[in-house]
């Protein structure tokens, strides 16, 4: 069964910089897995931040990056804002028509 | 504007069953996939199965297979998923949400979501 990893929780300071990264349970995380990430703050539906690794969503900043790390996804948040603060899921492409998604990583912004 | 809006929720017994609707509108329906996801309380999101855009290739995560089953209405522009033998273990709110294009890609919107409470 694959298992996809999130960092439970991260903080950064306003302004700062912050990674939070997605990983397989068995080996790296490529661009073939097409891995998203999404915001999603109590009580709303998810917002689509980055698509196909690396696209930013229409409408949002340039300030969220998407890429590969090493063997595993990676959203970076340059120059921190207070709205930022939520939670943030991935997702991976793990083979025929099966989305896993990562637990979750909620960030504090503070 | 692309909009979904789900309905069907609701308190169901152990075994019992539910059919969940998502009215879709804003976008060309027939041209893209479709999925259901779910959020059971204070956890996070599941991917629970997607629909190819005619209709004719689905896909479940294996908690759901054999009891489940994703469907639309292209003339109606609607998704639906069937909840046979509901456990309570399927309580969660469940988003219906549009594929950037095919089952192979992201999800690009989603409803607002519709809360699926399984108890006795």
């Known amino acids: 069964q694959t298992v996809v990893t999130q960092e439970p929780s991260l903080s950064v300071s306003p302004g700062g910089t912050v990674t939070l990264t997605c990983a397989l349970s068995?080996?790296?995380?490529?661009?073939?897995?097409?891995p998203s990430w999404y915001q999603q703050t109590p009580g709303q539906a998810p917002r689509t931040v980055i698509y196909g690794t690396s696209t930013r969503s229409s409408g949002v900043p340039d300030r969220f990056s998407g890429s590969i790390l090493g063997n595993k996804a990676a959203l970076t948040i340059t120059g921190a804002q207070a709205d930022d603060e939520c939670d943030y899921y991935c997702v991976l492409y793990v083979s025929n028509g099966i989305w896993v998604f990562g637990g979750g990583t909620k960030l504090t912004v503070l | 504007e692309v909009q979904l809006l789900e309905s069907g929720g609701g308190l169901v017994q152990p075994g019992g069953s539910l059919r969940l609707s998502c009215a879709t509108s804003?976008?060309?329906?027939?041209?893209?996939?479709m999925s259901w996801v779910r959020q059971a309380p204070g956890e996070g999101l599941e991917w629970v199965s997607s629909i190819s855009a005619f209709g004719g290739t689905t896909y479940y995560t294996d908690s759901v297979r054999g009891r489940f089953t994703i469907s639309r209405d292209n003339s109606e522009s609607m998704l639906y998923l069937q909840m046979n033998s509901v456990k309570a273990e399927d309580t969660a709110v469940y988003y219906c949400?549009?594929?950037?294009?095919?089952?192979?890609?992201?999800?690009?919107?989603w409803g607002q979501g519709t809360l699926v409470t399984v108890s006795s």
């Open positions: 068995s080996g790296s995380v490529s661009t073939n897995y097409y």
């Open positions: 949400a549009k594929q950037k294009t095919g089952t192979a890609t992201n999800f690009d919107y």
């Open positions: 804003g976008f060309t329906f027939n041209s893209y996939a």
